[in-house]
Nanobody, 114 residues
Framework: QVQLVESGGGLVQPGGSLRLSCAAS????????MGWYRQAPGKQRELVAV??????NYADSVKGRFTISRDNAKNTVYLQMNSLKPEDTAVYYC?????????WGQGTQVTVSS
């Protein structure tokens, strides 16, 4: 019944930008901390950014380049990605958390390549 649906991924050149969206349903969205994670081939899933009532947090590797935001009226969380690098290539996953519950989206592919 809970769904997190990511969109906005694709192929972009180094230095380019993408904006990811995650539309949530089946939860009281405003009560959940929302995050973006990513997983590159052969690597573990890692936290990219999170937004909750206490503010935002980012992985060091994306600070200054990525911005997480949310629109509670639209049940949507966004990840604005600027100055993209090849090492940003990964499947990006949306995550919702309200302890003890958490939910994952299916992921959207981001490829940064010339």
């Amino acid at each position: 019944q809970v769904q997190l649906v990511e969109s906005g991924g694709g192929l972009v050149q180094p230095g380019g930008s993408l904006r990811l969206s995650c539309a949530a349903s089946g939860i009281i969205f405003s009560m959940y901390a929302m995050g973006w994670y990513r997983q590159a081939p052969g690597k573990q899933r890692e936290l990219v950014a999170v937004i909750g009532s206490g503010g935002t947090n980012y992985a060091d590797s994306v600070k200054g380049r990525f911005t997480i935001s949310r629109d509670n009226a639209k049940n949507t969380v966004y990840l604005q990605m600027n100055s993209l690098k090849p090492e940003d290539t990964a499947v990006y996953y949306c995550h919702a958390r309200l302890i003890p519950r958490d939910y994952w989206g299916q992921g959207t592919q981001v490829t940064v390549s010339s």
